[in-house]
Every structure is written in C-alpha cells, then in structure tokens.
C-alpha cells in the first residue's frame, strides 16, 4: 500500500509558505522525502525515523506524527528552486519501500 | 562507481519485443529497488532486492517482467513481449542500511 498524499498540485509566489502532507493507514517505521524536478531523478530531502524528531535544513523541514501516521514537510519562503515535484516514501518495516503520487509544487516569482 | 548508472538512458523497442535494462549501483548498496513512472505519474514499486535473501517481487505488473541481481551487484530487469503501456521510465536506486536511497538516472523506455 502506497502513502496518500495532499495536496496534489500547489502553485505558490516567491516567498509563500507551502505545507505537503503524506499519511498512512499503517504504522510507520520511516518517512522520506524527495524532491524531482522535471527530467531528472528524485533527490533526497531528509529522512524521519519513527521516535525522531522534526528535521530540517535551511527553510524546508518536516515533521512525523507517529500516532496519526502522518508526515508534513514544510517550505517556508520559497524560492524559484523549490518548485518540482515532492514525494514521500514510508516504510512500514525497514526496506519496505513505498512512494505516494507525488504533489507537484510551482513557485512564480 | 561515484553514483548509480543505468543503461540505456533511452530505449526505443517495437511492440512484442524483449528489452533488458541495466543498473549499476553505489558499491557497498546492498539493497536496490526497481521503480516505474509513467509520464507525469508517481514511483510505481516493482521490485526491491536484498543481500541475498529472496527478492520481493510483490510490485511487478505482469509475468512478463522479470529482474536478476547478479553477485550482489547489478541489477538486470527484463520486459517480455512489450506493450505500448509499458512505456515509461524505469528508475533504480540503491540503498546502504538505514540510510537514503540514491536513485539512477533512469532509462526511458517508449514501445512503438
């Protein structure tokens, strides 16, 4: 089972605030967030392992609710370089990977 | 190598053809994965190795996809008799313990 994730498409101007989220209908182990922009293969953002805190650099950081089986990463500021599209990839247990649809983030200037 | 490779980078094949596409990961990744992504669509899990135990193969689509690691090390994934909706782009990635995954570049396949 694939995580859902929300919004699908969300189109921002330079220095907006955006919030993606990712949840689960299982317990999960890890969240990992990647970014691909268009033509290339994702990139890997950061990793939030069940019992860890909030991680983040820079203006992008993310958050995992074990209760709710949830993840939300956010974009604070945006910038021309943020825009691609975000996926979350849960673990239910180590190595069992799985990728929502992805949400798709433009940022105008 | 510095990253993963994957070859072809682009592979043209008629209808009813086999292919074979190629991954090459990290050194010392033990885990690699197979993932699919159909235009504008997300990662689409087919396949996930693991050292040597028995691969999970819970995500390929039909029999007529297969896929081998040899030693541990590349990865070969096969597409029998291919279909127009096979078209896509096939993307690996390696993975070292609890850590990333490095994706390939990936091979888009397209099937005339």
């Known amino acids: 089972q694939q995580p859902v994730q929300s919004p699908q498409a969300v189109i921002l101007r330079e220095g907006e605030d955006a919030v993606i989220n990712c949840s689960s209908s299982?317990?999960?182990?890890?969240v990992h967030w990647y970014r691909q922009k268009h033509g290339e293969a994702p990139v890997f953002l950061m990793i939030?392992?069940?019992?860890?805190e909030q991680k983040g650099h820079e203006k992008i950081s993310a958050s995992f609710n074990e209760k709710k089986q949830q993840s939300s990463l956010y974009l604070t500021a945006s910038q021309l370089s943020y825009s691609g599209t975000y996926f979350c990839g849960t673990e239910w247990f180590r190595d069992d990977m799985r990728f929502g649809a992805g949400t798709r983030l433009t940022v105008k200037p | 190598g510095a990253g993963v490779s994957q070859s072809p980078s682009n592979k043209v094949t008629e209808k009813g053809k086999d292919v074979e596409l190629r991954c090459d990961p990290i050194?010392?990744?033990?885990?690699l994965y197979w993932y699919r992504q159909s235009l504008g669509q997300g990662l689409e899990f087919l396949i996930y190795f693991q050292g040597n135990s028995a691969p999970d193969k819970s995500g390929l689509p039909s029999d007529r996809f297969s896929a081998e690691r040899t030693g541990g090390s590349v990865s070969t994934l096969t597409i029998q008799r291919t279909q127009q909706e096979d078209s896509a782009v096939y993307l690996c990635?390696?993975?070292?313990?609890?850590?990333?995954?490095?994706f390939g570049p990936g091979t888009r396949l397209t099937v005339l």
């Open positions: 990635a390696g993975r070292a313990g609890l850590r990333t995954q490095y």
């Open positions: 050194s010392g990744h033990t885990a």
């Open positions: 299982k317990a999960l182990y890890s």
């Open positions: 939030l392992l069940k019992g860890g």
